[in-house]
Nanobody
Framework: QVQLVESGGGSVQTGGSLRLSCAAS????????MGWFRQAPGKEREGIAI???????TYADSVKGRFTISEGNAKNPLYLQMNSLKPEDTGMYYC???????????????????WGQGTQVTVSS
């Protein structure tokens, strides 16, 4: 059983920064696709960044150039560095892991089978 626990959320003003962390426990062997998603009230869950076990990354256009996904040793922890935050970045942020081939690792929530409980990020203007 794999458990994911996010931390690092909080409230910041526009232009501020936060770093989210995702601690994984259990057997993560084969879970070679890791990502961050967010969900704002009344909106669908949105994929914002993924990192594959080969080190390649993909970002949503909305965060490209501002957010950076990275991982520690053996996928643990998974980080999301968020800079130049905007009010539209407000939402619940989730980390997720997936057991899919690297060419199927994408910003698609339904491909991810393991999810954390989320951490809230609020950006005020």
């Amino acid at each position: 059983q794999v458990q994911l626990v996010e931390s690092g959320g909080g409230s910041v003003q526009t232009g501020g920064s936060l770093r989210l962390s995702c601690a994984a426990s259990g057997d993560t062997f084969g879970l070679d696709c890791m990502g961050w998603f967010r969900q704002a009230p009344g909106k669908e869950r949105e994929g914002i960044a993924i990192i594959r076990s080969d080190g390649t990354t993909t970002y949503a256009d909305s965060v490209k150039g501002r957010f950076t996904i990275s991982e520690g040793n053996a996928k643990n922890p998974l980080y999301l560095q968020m800079n130049s935050l905007k009010p539209e970045d407000t939402g619940m942020y989730y980390c997720a892991f997936a057991a899919v081939p690297l060419n199927r690792c994408a910003l698609v929530a339904m491909r991810f089978g393991y999810w954390g409980q989320g951490t809230q990020v609020t950006v005020s203007s």
